[in-house]
C-alpha cells in the first residue's frame, strides 16, 4: 500500500490539490507525486467545478486518489480548507496543480518540519518549469512582506526574475511560503481555521503564515526540495483579476492583521 504502511515510521502527509479543468497539468503532478521518494501520502483533489473530463482521468490511472467534488469554483482558499476538512495526515501539503516535484522535494520538507517544532511550514525552491535554470514568480526561495504590505520573494522582486545561481541556497526563516507548494502543520492551520475563503485567490497564503507568526511560529525556506511550476495555468500572470484580487488583497491583509491605527496610517 503506497499510502499507509503500519510498519513505516514515516509520517503520513496529506497533499491537497484544488483543480478547476486542465488534465494534463494535473496528470503530470500526479505522475510525479508518485515518483517521490517519500511514499507515506495521501492525495486529496478538491474539484472546483470543473467542466472537462480531467477528474475522470485520475479515476481510471489513479483510482487511489481522494476527489472531493464541489459544485461552485471554491477558488484556492476555500478549495484547499475543503480538502483539508478530510486530510488524515499529519502534515498537510498544499500543492498547485500545475507543479512538477523533484523526487526527494516532500523528503526534504518533512525532514525541515521535524527537525524543529517552532517550525510551523517549509517551502521549496519553486522555479520555473519552462526555464528551469531561473526561479519562479510563484514563491521563488521564500517570500517577505514590506511594511506596506507588498510581497517579495528571494528570487523575484516585482517582475524581475533572478537566474538561480544558487545564491539563495541556504534554509533561512521567511515571513511566507507560496501557495504553490507549501508543507504545514495540520493542528496549526485548524487552530487557525484553514485559509481565508473572502481572499478567494492569492494572498491567502500571506495571510495563513502572518497568522502563524503572530502565534510565535517560524516559517522556512528548504532550497534543497525542488518543485518546478508552470505559472499562469490557472490564471494568467497579466489577467486583470488576478491584479485585482492582488491589490484587493494586500489591503485586506493590511486590515485584518495590523493594529487598526497602523492599517489606517498606512491606507490613506
Known amino acids: 500500500n503506497r499510502i499507509m504502511n503500519q510498519e513505516d ?24 507525486l508518485y515518483q517521490s521518494s517519500y511514499q507515506n501520502f495521501e492525495i486529496i483533489i478538491v474539484d472546483n467545478a470543473s467542466i472537462d473530463d480531467s477528474i475522470n482521468h485520475v479515476h481510471l490511472d489513479y483510482p ?12 484556492y482558499a476555500g478549495g484547499c480548507n475543503l480538502g483539508a476538512k478530510d486530510a488524515k495526515g499529519e502534515y498537510l501539503f498544499f500543492l498547485n496543480n500545475d507543479t512538477i516535484l523533484d523526487e526527494h522535494c516532500i523528503r526534504k ?22 526555464n528551469k535554470s531561473s526561479f519562479d514568480y510563484a514563491g521563488a526561495s521564500g517570500g517577505f512582506m514590506d511594511y506596506l504590505v507588498f510581497p517579495f520573494t528571494r528570487g523575484r522582486i516585482f517582475n524581475r526574475i533572478e537566474k538561480d545561481m544558487g545564491q539563495y541556497d541556504d534554509s533561512v526563516k521567511i515571513f511566507w511560503a507560496s501557495g504553490a507548494g507549501f508543507l504545514t502543520r495540520k493542528i496549526t492551520f485548524d487552530i487557525i481555521e484553514g485559509f481565508d475563503e473572502d481572499l478567494f485567490a492569492h494572498m491567502e497564503e500571506i495571510d495563513y503564515h502572518w497568522k502563524c507568526h503572530l502565534m510565535g511560529y517560524d516559517v522556512a525556506s528548504v532550497p534543497d526540495s525542488v518543485v ?23 489591503f485586506l491583509l493590511l486590515l485584518t492583521n495590523f493594529s487598526i491605527p497602523f492599517a489606517l496610517l498606512f491606507s490613506i
Open 9 to 32: 515510521p514515516l509520517i503520513l502527509v496529506s497533499v491537497i490539490i484544488p483543480h478547476h479543468n486542465n488534465k494534463d497539468i494535473l496528470l503530470d503532478c500526479l505522475k510525479s
Open 109 to 130: 520538507l518533512v525532514e525541515k518540519l521535524k527537525s524543529d517544532s517552532k517550525i510551523n511550514s517549509v517551502q521549496p525552491k519553486i522555479l520555473n518549469l519552462n
Open 64 to 75: 487511489e486518489v481522494i476527489i472531493i467534488k464541489s459544485l461552485k469554483n471554491l477558488g
Open 228 to 250: 518546478f511550476h508552470k505559472g499562469g495555468k490557472t490564471l494568467d500572470y497579466h489577467s486583470p483579476f488576478k491584479t485585482y484580487l492582488n491589490h484587493r488583497n494586500s
